[in-house]
C-alpha cells in the first residue's frame, strides 16, 4: 500500500500506462487486456494490470493536472518500483498543423508551472524530455502501423481554464498542443531515472476550434491505446 493506492506488493506491473481518466482506464482495461485484476479503487482512481498479448502491464488513472499526476506517478516509482510510464492522454492543438484526432508523441514539455522553479531555482529552466528509446520506438511502431503521429514541443499547463495566457508565441515556436500532465511526469521520470512518454490525442483545437464527435474520439483514442501497447509489447 502507499498513501494513494491500495495494490499490495507485485500487484502493479513494471511497465503502466497512464490515462487521466478512471473511465479510460477501465476502458483500456477491458478491451485490450486479459487476466484483468483491479487493484486500486482508492478516490475512484482506477487502477488495473492484465497481459497484453503475454506482456503484463498496469493501467492507472492520474486525475487531471499536475498535482494529481505527481501523487500517483511519485507512488508507482517509489512505492511499487514502476520502470516505464506512458501517459495515454487528450491534448487541446495549438498549431496550425495539428488537428482533432492527430496522435501527437511528446518530445518535451514546456510549462508555465512552477515545478521546475521549485526543484531548481531560480534562474535554471530546466526541460522535460521524452525517453528518446520510447519516442523513437513509439515513432517507428505508428509508422508500422499506419497512423501518422507529429513528435514535437507539447505545453503542460497548470490550468485549463487560462485566459490571461497569450498561447501565440508558445505557437510560433512550434508547440503543437496543450494538456496538464507531462512535464511533472517528465521530471520525476528524470529524477528516479525512469523511462517516460506521453501519447496524446487531440480531442479539440483552441484556435481553430475544431472539435471531435464521441465516436470520432473513441476511434482516434483507440489508435493511441493500440499504439502505446504496441510500444509496451516490443520493450
Ligand atoms: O484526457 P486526460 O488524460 O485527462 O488529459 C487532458 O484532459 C484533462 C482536461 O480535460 C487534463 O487532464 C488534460 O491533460
Ligand atoms: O488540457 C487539455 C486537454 C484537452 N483539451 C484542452 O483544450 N486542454
Given at each position: ?6 495494490a ?11 490515462p ?5 482506464a477501465e476502458?483500456?482495461?477491458k ?5 484483468v ?26 486525475g487531471m ?21 506512458i ?9 496550425p498543423a ?9 518530445q ?16 535554471m529552466?530546466?526541460?522535460p ?6 519516442l523513437h ?7 508500422a ?6 513528435a ?17 508565441q508558445?505557437i ?28 496524446l ?16 474520439r473513441q476511434?482516434?483514442f ?14
Amino acid at each position: 500500500m502507499s498513501t494513494h493506492l491500495e495494490a499490495r506488493p507485485g500487484a502493479i506491473a513494471p511497465i503502466v500506462l497512464l490515462p487521466g481518466d478512471p473511465l479510460r482506464a477501465e476502458y483500456i482495461a477491458k478491451t485490450y487486456l486479459d487476466h484483468v485484476t483491479r487493484y486500486n479503487t482508492v478516490r475512484n482512481a482506477f487502477g488495473y494490470t492484465g497481459e497484453y498479448q503475454g506482456v503484463r502491464v498496469s493501467v492507472q488513472a492520474t486525475g487531471m493536472g499536475i498535482p494529481s499526476i505527481s501523487i500517483y506517478v511519485t507512488e508507482l516509482i517509489v512505492d511499487y518500483d514502476v520502470q516505464v510510464l506512458i501517459r495515454v492522454g487528450t491534448a487541446g492543438g495549438l498549431n496550425p498543423a495539428v488537428h482533432v484526432r492527430d496522435v501527437l508523441l511528446a518530445q518535451g514539455s514546456t510549462t508555465d508551472s512552477s515545478i521546475i522553479l521549485n526543484t531548481f531555482g531560480p534562474g535554471m529552466y530546466f526541460a522535460p524530455l521524452a525517453d528518446f528509446g520510447l519516442l523513437h520506438q513509439a515513432y517507428d511502431q505508428a509508422q508500422a502501423m499506419g497512423i501518422a503521429v507529429k513528435a514535437g514541443n507539447i505545453l503542460g499547463e497548470d490550468r485549463f481554464y487560462n485566459d490571461e495566457m497569450d498561447r501565440h508565441q508558445l505557437i510560433k515556436y512550434g508547440v503543437l498542443a496543450t494538456e496538464m500532465e507531462t512535464p511533472a511526469l517528465y521530471l520525476l521520470a528524470a529524477k528516479y531515472q525512469r523511462r517516460a512518454l506521453a501519447i496524446l490525442t487531440v480531442s479539440n483545437h483552441l484556435v481553430t476550434g475544431e472539435e471531435t464527435t464521441a465516436q470520432e474520439r473513441q476511434t482516434s483514442f483507440d489508435d493511441m491505446l493500440k499504439l502505446a501497447l504496441e510500444v509496451v509489447k516490443g520493450l
